[in-house]
């Protein structure tokens, strides 16, 4: 079946725009993350989303940063007012939720961010 | 605190030869999972092989094995007979019982095979 996707894959922007950055995840999967990975470093949690349950936000670097999952499913990563250092991959996971420490998570290709 | 600690940051092993890269984990839950994922250089990450914490035996998965010392906390990913192909960013992250059930990664460790 699909994997996890994102889009766009690229995104180039000038400093002080705003960005939205898209997650599909795998059908059927409950839980969804996005995570920053700067270059040649590990990855930042951000944010995850399990159910209709409120998301935890305790990864967001500043108010800048907000993500909503609409439905369930899709979710959305803004970024206003963009700065130099919020240049990264964005990467987006999803799991099958949180019942099971064994739940591994399946990432989506990223979406590579540059802020000019 | 940092929950996963990975202290090479880079790691070279010639080819067909054994590696183990190595990660302790931090957690006062009974009950968490441990994971193992590599980034090649083309970006995604690959799920390799995942511990309980209450999984008796190592995990292990073709020529990967998590060498689990509950006590040490840690959970070394040993790579068998290494191929080029295993030249790769690796990640040690963990999964607590408890709370929001974030995974939470170590900072990775680069490692090259030689030919």
């Known amino acids: 079946g699909a994997g996890v996707s994102q889009s766009p894959s690229n995104k180039v922007t000038e400093k002080g725009k705003d960005v939205e950055l898209r997650c599909d995840p795998i059908?059927?999967?409950?839980?969804l993350y996005w995570y920053r990975q700067s270059l040649g470093q590990g990855l930042e949690f951000l944010i995850y989303?399990?159910?209709?349950?409120?998301?935890?936000k305790s990864g967001l670097p500043s108010d800048r940063f907000s993500a909503e999952r609409t439905g369930g499913s899709v979710s959305t990563l803004t970024i206003q007012r963009t700065q130099q250092e919020d240049s990264a991959v964005y990467l987006c996971a999803s799991s099958l939720g949180r019942e099971r420490t064994s739940y591994e998570q399946y990432f989506g290709p990223g979406t590579r961010l540059t802020v000019t | 605190a940092q929950k996963i600690t990975q202290t090479q940051p880079g790691m070279f092993v010639q080819e067909k030869e054994a590696v183990t890269l190595d990660c302790t984990y931090d957690?006062?839950?009974?009950?968490?999972?441990l994971f193992w994922y590599k980034q090649p250089s083309s970006g995604e990450m690959i799920f390799l092989i995942y511990?309980?914490?209450?999984?008796?035996q190592n995990a292990t998965e073709g020529r990967y094995s998590l060498n689990f010392q509950k006590a040490r906390k840690s959970a070394n990913l040993v790579i068998s007979a290494s191929q080029l192909g295993d030249s790769a960013m690796y990640f040690c992250a963990m999964r607590e019982g408890q709370g929001n059930n974030d995974m939470r990664f170590g900072a990775g460790t680069r490692l090259t095979v030689k030919p």
């Open positions: 059908s059927g999967h409950t839980a």
């Open positions: 989303f399990q159910g209709n349950s409120a998301p935890d």
């Open positions: 957690t006062s839950d009974q009950s968490y999972g």
């Open positions: 511990q309980g914490s209450y999984d008796e």
